[in-house]
């Protein structure tokens, strides 16, 4: 059975960092690729980041530069390293397994919060 | 960038069709997909490849797209699927995905 589990979220003040993990199991986070999507309170989803399984990585705009996604074959656990943090940065961020461009799989979220 | 327009709501009576609407630049030339998210959940994908749909979603679920409008169709609605829609592309130019705007189905 597929699972993916979020952690590492919290209240973290602006400017600061904050490391998100996702623990996958049923697979391995080298295929085919995992994606980052985030959801802030109220609002709508917003893709933040994607792995292929080269390595290959992408970024959205607003996170380019400050966020780095990576992974970890061996303990199938996929992060994401974000780094000058903004009060926009608030959210639910939830992990999903990738497949031929849509995310069949979704971990429940982890929710960080940015604030002062 | 690429923009994903949808209604912001919809409303449905119990038994009756659903159409929730994506609005974009030629998205008859995309692969569209759709997810439902329920209140405090993650989402959920029920439609994927503008029609397709994943083992155990039903067959009331059904999608379409072609010009510059996709649509995700729910017929014989259940209180059980009143949720947020959105729709979901993948952008080649920029290699970003895109989510829709979203849409709240109320079933009345």
């Known amino acids: 059975e597929v699972q993916l589990v979020e952690s590492g979220g919290g209240l973290v003040q602006p400017g600061g960092s904050l490391r998100l993990s996702c623990a996958a199991s049923?697979?391995?986070?080298?295929?085919?690729?995992m994606t980052w999507v985030r959801q802030a309170p109220g609002k709508g989803l917003e893709w933040v980041s994607v792995?292929?399984?080269?390595?290959?990585?992408y970024y959205a705009d607003s996170v380019k530069g400050r966020f780095t996604i990576s992974r970890d074959n061996s303990e199938r656990t996929l992060y994401l390293q974000m780094n000058s943090l903004r009060p926009e940065d608030t959210a639910v961020y939830y992990c999903?397994?990738?497949?031929?461009?849509?995310?069949?799989?979704w971990g429940q979220g982890t929710l960080v919060t940015v604030s002062s | 960038s690429y923009v994903l327009t949808q209604p912001p709501s919809v409303s449905v009576a119990p038994g009756q069709t659903a159409r929730i609407t994506c609005g974009g630049n030629?998205?008859?030339?995309?692969?569209v997909h759709w997810y439902q998210q329920k209140p405090g959940q993650a989402p959920l994908l029920v439609v994927y490849?503008?029609?397709d749909r994943p083992s155990g979603i039903p067959e009331r679920f059904s999608g379409s797209n072609s010009g510059n409008t996709a649509t995700l169709t729910i017929s014989r609605v259940e209180a059980g699927d009143e949720a947020d829609y959105y729709c979901?592309?993948?952008?080649?130019?920029?290699?970003?995905?895109?989510f829709g705007t979203g849409t709240k189905v109320t079933v009345l």
């Open positions: 999903a397994r990738g497949l031929r461009h849509r995310q069949d799989y």
């Open positions: 049923g697979f391995i986070v080298s295929y085919p690729y």
């Open positions: 792995i292929y399984s080269g390595g290959t990585t």
């Open positions: 030629n998205i008859g030339t995309q692969s």
């Open positions: 490849d503008d029609s």
């Open positions: 979901q592309v993948w952008h080649s130019t920029s290699c970003h995905y895109v």
